[in-house]
T-cell receptor, first 116, second 110 residues
Framework: NAGVTQTPKFRILKIGQSMTLQCAQDMNHNYMYWYRQDPGMGLKLIYYSVGAGITDKGEVPNGYNVSRSTTEDFPLRLELAAPSQTSVYFC???????????????FGSGTRLTVV | GQQLNQSPQSMFIQEGEDVSMNCTSSSIFNTWLWYKQDPGEGPVLLIALYKAGELTSNGRLTAQFGITRKDSFLNISASIPSDVGIYFCAGQHTGNQFYFGTGTSLTVIP
């Protein structure tokens, strides 16, 4: 049972560089999410997807892009990295939403990103 | 965006003590969840609450959905060292997005 797998675990980027954070789930969940976690600030939603081919902005989408070409994968793209994007990024998935018996999200173990 | 306030921000307790923490919102939620995050890992779901007044237990953990639907509480009885971590609440109005609290960091001193 792999659950939600995130890669890489750690990354240091220079200002202006780009990178893709990978997220894959093997639970056949329809919904996937990207959060960032800053110290003392809890989790903020960046983007989410309710199914393949569908993505929507969350609370803090600026500076990021996503795609959802398959049910399993939901990569997060940073095009021009900035110091403000230094954070821990979590990917999560859920089977469905409000009416699901399988409640809550399954989280990956996170990617710690530092932009210098 | 929606902000959920958790208190206390951090706690240092002796092993064996009971722990209480809470989460408050300015708006009503239909669902409350409590997560625990171990260092270097993602949050893991502990308890889910679906209606006002509901009291649900998971081992030594007990959570309650506040009557006003604007708050929730988590209690841990007889704490042990492995209870160390950050505890997050999350609330949902309708639809699919959950809003997360700012977290309560728990340290258990053996």
């Amino acid at each position: 049972n792999a659950g939600v797998t995130q890669t890489p675990k750690f990354r240091i980027l220079k200002i202006g560089q780009s990178m893709t954070l990978q997220c894959a789930q093997d639970m056949n969940h329809n919904y996937m999410y990207w959060y960032r976690q800053d110290p003392g600030m809890g989790l903020k939603l960046i983007y989410y997807s309710v199914g393949a081919g569908i993505t929507d902005k969350g609370e803090v989408p600026n500076g990021y892009n996503v795609s959802r070409s398959t049910t399993e994968d939901f990569p997060l793209r940073l095009e021009l990295a900035a110091p403000s994007q230094t954070s821990v990024y979590f990917c999560a998935s859920s089977l469905t939403g409000h009416t699901s018996a399988n409640y809550g999200y399954t989280f990956g173990s996170g990617t710690r990103l530092t932009v210098v | 965006g929606q902000q959920l306030n958790q208190s206390p921000q951090s706690m240092f307790i002796q092993e064996g003590e009971d722990v209480s923490m809470n989460c408050t919102s300015s708006s009503i939620f239909n669902t409350w969840l409590w997560y625990k995050q171990d260092p270097g890992e993602g949050p893991v779901l502990l308890i889910a609450l679906y209606k006002a007044g509901e009291l649900t237990s998971n081992g030594r953990l007990t959570a309650q959905f506040g009557i006003t639907r604007k708050d929730s509480f988590l209690n841990i009885s007889a704490s042990i060292p492995s209870d160390v971590g950050i505890y997050f609440c999350a609330g949902q109005h309708t639809g699919n997005q959950f809003y997360f609290g700012t977290g309560t960091s728990l340290t258990v001193i053996p």
